[in-house]
């Protein structure tokens, strides 16, 4: 099992240690093996469970690099809330997972700290950012782990590796202790072997925390995690067709300046390879035989979803990433002539290029003056995207009586399954990889919840899919996806192998 879980290398750091401490039976902390039952409706059957968390989220005494040279020894004073609540439920950290820098990627090939490899194939990325999360679930080395989503760092990695990824409407879990990208578009989520588990691990970790003021409670009118009947009435699931979008994206493509391979790639970024068009015809299938219906949908705006997601997240990452200069947090370069020079030193010497490119990004799009051009603009767009979800699925506004054409909507998760690095011309672009963060970027604009699941295997690689919904609506996601699993069961790659009990 050892050997089997270093050649995916999920783990950024304690991998070694803790999984053979956890094979041997030996040397494990204490709190490791205190069972604390779980209340009743709370984190049910979280006890004793192994986790893993992504190296951007706050473990005290664990490593917390954001898979960032820059950070790479720097150890956490405290724990973030959603670690707590875990621990509190009786479940305990195991180690830390691998990460593009400051989860800015959708490979976990921008870690500075080592390569994490998908469990499927092992010559192919897992995706990301929580690419180290979503191999160790897939792997069996966990059944659960947290991991951050901010245009679709959950749900493209669990869809790579086949399992569970779940985006919580935002401000539904805390983020106290999740080092910050992009606060106004992320959120912790979770990646489970089942949605089963991922509604005990959701049911432990959401709610207000004092420490997070844009957390808040699930409001009075969403229905409850528990007790709702699986089997229950059929649904009405919106089908966003990404034919539709993709030639959308093809005519804005026509119309903008840029090199036609620019353009190209846009456009074709957007269209879904044939496996993963085939899942997605899976699923609608399998949806309609378990009773929903399913209605065709449209959101035109989409198509301006990935440029606006970028300039926001860029601006608020130039902002965000402002701490780290060498002198509260980061390494310190050995020698510098003054101030400044020491703050760019440090930078220099402590980002890798992506997170460079997106703090200079960041920094144009704020640029005095350009503001109306990029940053305003890419609000209003982030504003129409929501109000469009809001007209098909309803607001967060429980207690309005307003009939929602459908009660969540069906879209892909990325428009390739987990794509190889380079020598089998299998690859992605970094700019053709930003331009798929299309399908899932959309719901972090737009505030809402969307779980990912898998759906089926394609020359031996998982494609996903996944479900959006109205603000606070996880248990109507969970309820449809969990009444999924146990019509069509995903299997597992051959090398894994859980050892909880
Ligand atoms: N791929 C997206 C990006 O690079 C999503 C990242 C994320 O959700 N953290 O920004």
Known sequence: ??????????????????????????????????????????????????FAVKDNIAVQGFSLSCGSKLLKDLRSPYTATAVQKLEAAGAWVLGKTNLDE??????????????????????????GSSGGSAAAVAAGIVPFALGSDTGGSVRQPASFCGVVGLKPSYGAVSRYGLVAYASSLESIGILADTAARCRSVFAAIRGKDPLDQTSQDAPAGAAPLYGQNL???PKVIGVL??????????????????????KETAAQAASLEREVQQGFELAKTRLAALGHRLVEVEIPSLKYGVPAYYTIATAEASANLARFDGVRYGRRPPEAENPEDLIDKAREAGFGPEVKLRILL???????????????????????????????????????????????????????????????????????????????????????????????????LPVGVQLLGRAFSEAALLDLVEAYEQAHPFPHPAAYQAFWP
């Open 231 to 233: 089997s229950g009435s």
């Open 1 to 50: 099992m050892a050997s089997t879980a270093l050649t995916y290398r999920a783990y950024c750091t304690q991998w070694e240690e803790q999984i053979r401490a956890f094979i041997e039976m030996k040397e494990i902390p204490d709190r490791a093996f205190t069972l604390i039952p779980p209340g009743d409706s709370q984190g049910k059957g979280l006890a004793g469970l192994p």
């Open 362 to 460: 960041g920094t144009f799009v704020l640029r005095s003056g350009f503001q109306d051009r990029y940053y305003l603009r890419a609000q209003r767009i982030r504003m129409g995207i929501r109000r469009s979800f809001e007209e098909l699925l309803g607001s967060a506004a429980y207690g309005r009586s307003e009939t929602p054409r459908c009660d969540a909507i069906l879209m892909p998760v990325f428009p390739t399954r987990a794509f190889g690095r380079g020598d089998a011309g299998e690859t992605l672009s970094p700019f053709a990889q930003k331009a798929a963060d299309l399908y899932t970027c959309c719901a972090n604009l737009a505030g809402l919840p969307a779980l990912a699941f898998p759906v089926s295997l394609a020359g031996g």
């Open 102 to 127: 400051f989860g800015m990627g959708s490979s976990t090939d921008n870690s500075a700290i080592q390569q994490t490899n998908n469990p499927w194939d092992t010559s192919r990325v897992a995706g």
């Open 241 to 262: 067709s990404a034919a539709a979008i993709a030639k959308a994206l093809a005519a804005v493509a026509a119309g903008i300046e840029g090199s036609p391979g620019t």
